[in-house]
């Protein structure tokens, strides 16, 4: 069983709708990371979240920490959404993160 | 705003052969990663490095690669032998403190390495 499990692997989506991804994993943690993967294979950082909800633009991560889950939020969806979505995990024993398999997002006008 | 860079963009390579992958992580940050990944696949973890000397390494990381900080700025991947599963997307990271005190990573753009 992989530690960190994202859902939907794909996902289409028309302009302005409201996207959900979600990320459950099965170890212990020290921070989840959402990144973004664009199509040329860049990654960039989008939250680092402990507890609770954060929020930037039309984005929002939210954690749950006594149930393992998490869900990156994005309002009003636009085509430049368009990307891959990763969930990764930081444990307390350990510097590295754990990777999610990934969401690919596609956002049509 | 400060950024991990990494060259070259684009590595192609004959099977056998030596590999250099180079990173200039953000001046500051202390901790440094190398991660990879193959085509269609999950990032994967290779390496972490701090305080020039490895701190954790996955098994993927076996005796045919090596990292190194030569001169306080560049961070390298070597692949002694390259194969062909080697072919991959490598990412350079480096943080301020360590993963395990909730620090950010920050993500190179990547060196795409085709083995042939």
């Known amino acids: 069983k992989n530690e960190v499990e994202q859902s939907p692997q794909n996902l289409t989506a028309q302009e302005g709708e409201f996207i959900t991804i979600n990320c459950s994993y099965s170890v212990g943690i020290s921070a989840l990371h959402w990144l973004q993967q664009h199509p040329g294979g860049g990654i960039v950082s989008l939250f680092m979240?402990?507890?609770g909800k954060k929020k930037h633009g039309r984005l929002i991560a939210t954690i749950n920490i006594q149930e393992k889950h998490s869900s990156l939020h994005i309002t009003a969806s636009h085509p430049r959404d368009s990307a891959v979505y990763i969930c990764a995990v930081g444990s307390y024993n350990t510097d590295k993160l754990i990777f999610g398999t990934g969401t690919r997002l596609q956002v049509f006008p | 705003e400060p950024e991990v860079t990494q060259t070259p963009s684009h590595q192609v390579t004959q099977m056998g052969q030596e590999v250099i992958l180079r990173c200039v992580p953000i001046?500051?940050?202390?901790?440094f990663y190398w991660y990879r990944q193959i085509l269609g696949q999950k990032v994967e973890f290779l390496v972490s490095?701090?305080?020039?000397?490895?701190?954790?390494k996955s098994e993927i990381f076996d005796d045919q690669f090596s990292v190194e900080r030569p001169d306080g700025s560049n961070f390298t991947l070597k692949i002694r032998s390259t194969k062909l599963e080697d072919s991959a997307m490598y990412f350079c990271a480096s943080s301020a403190a360590g993963t395990a005190s909730s620090y950010e990573q920050y993500f190179g753009p990547g060196t795409r390495l085709t083995v042939t």
């Open positions: 001046s500051n940050h202390l901790y």
């Open positions: 979240l402990s507890s």
């Open positions: 490095f701090y305080n020039n000397e490895i701190s954790e």
